[in-house]
């Protein structure tokens, strides 16, 4: 298996990543939201 991409440039990714927004609550924020999956 190759990791980069010939024709791209782009690497394998594993899993999903999630984006969050906002502040945890644990640092006093109001928490943090999923923007993106």
Do not use: D, N
């Amino acid at each position: 298996m190759v990791r980069i991409c010939y024709i791209t440039g782009k690497k394998r990714v594993v899993g999903s990543c999630i984006s969050r927004k906002g502040q945890s609550k644990k640092s006093g924020g109001i928490g943090t939201h999923v923007t993106k999956k």
